[in-house]
């Protein structure tokens, strides 16, 4: 073999290590110690620690003050353009802006990503709304209407997981009640539950097996928007379902 193709299949192989030590980090939902990372990965340790120099360098990975590692803000970057290009998230963020003409409210799509919901589109209405939420936010999937969207479908061995991280005091069952309203009214509601002063309403894009592939959330400052006959809610709802799989 000559040296350009030698080159080649180590290019090809250091591209195989890099992706596979990123879905490790990926996988595990936080930060990782290097013994553990190598462990996942089944390399040694000193191989996994010039990966990553090279990967916090380019921003890929974060070292932590605490000597762990975990997904920097360039793999967020990358991940969340990804997901935006993806049918049918992809309808829906060309889209929201209709929705926000419609109804003069802010709009953001979010989908699941592994730290949970992730918002990325927003689009504002011309009435000012003051808040730190923007493109890359990670929402609390157990306080906010875009997470009891997203974990009133997701499957019980998701949304488990999550609720333990987030409340540890509660349990599955917990969440029961709320789950199976969200299903039945095709919409949730947050009442200041996340940020004070803002209401949301939101609905889920589903999948042809009904899994919610994004949440579209609408945010006010005026509680009126929660309620069952609110124009916006009719609005969520017809633009979430003919962005749905087909």
């Known amino acids: 073999m000559n040296d350009e193709g030698v080159s080649r299949s180590r290019g090809v ?12 980090l990926a996988a595990n939902g936080g930060p990782m110690a290097l013994s553990e990372l190598a462990a996942a990965v089944d ?19 974060d070292h932590r003050h605490s000597g762990t590692y975990d997904l920097g803000p360039r793999a967020a970057e990358i991940g969340v353009a990804a997901i935006a290009r993806i049918d049918p998230v992809n309808r829906a963020a060309d889209a929201l802006a209709d929705l926000v003409e419609e109804t003069n409210l802010t709009a953001l799509l979010s989908v699941w990503g592994n730290a949970g919901p992730t918002v990325v589109r927003w689009e504002r209405a011309t009435t000012p709304l003051v808040t730190t939420l923007g493109l890359g936010s990670v929402l609390p999937a157990t306080s906010s209407a ?28 917990d969440f029961a009640s709320l789950r199976a309203r969200v299903r039945a009214e095709g919409v949730a509601t947050a009442d200041q539950d996340f940020i004070p002063g803002l209401f949301a309403l939101a609905a889920p894009v589903l999948s042809l097996d009904a899994q919610p592939v994004a949440v579209v959330t609408l ?28």
């Open 13 to 24: 192989q250091s591209v195989e290590v890099s992706v596979g030590l990123l879905t490790a």
């Open 43 to 61: 390399m040694a340790p000193a191989k996994v620690h010039r990966y990553l120099a090279s990967f916090v360098e380019s921003g890929m990975v």
């Open 146 to 173: 875009t997470g009891h969207a997203f974990i009133s479908y997701l499957a019980d061995r998701l949304v488990a997981p999550v609720i333990a991280r987030e409340a540890p005091d509660k349990t599955l069952a």
């Open 219 to 246: 945010i006010a400052t005026e509680r009126q928007i929660i309620s069952p006959g609110h124009r916006a809610r009719e609005h969520l709802i017809a633009f979430t379902r003919s962005k749905r799989s087909k």
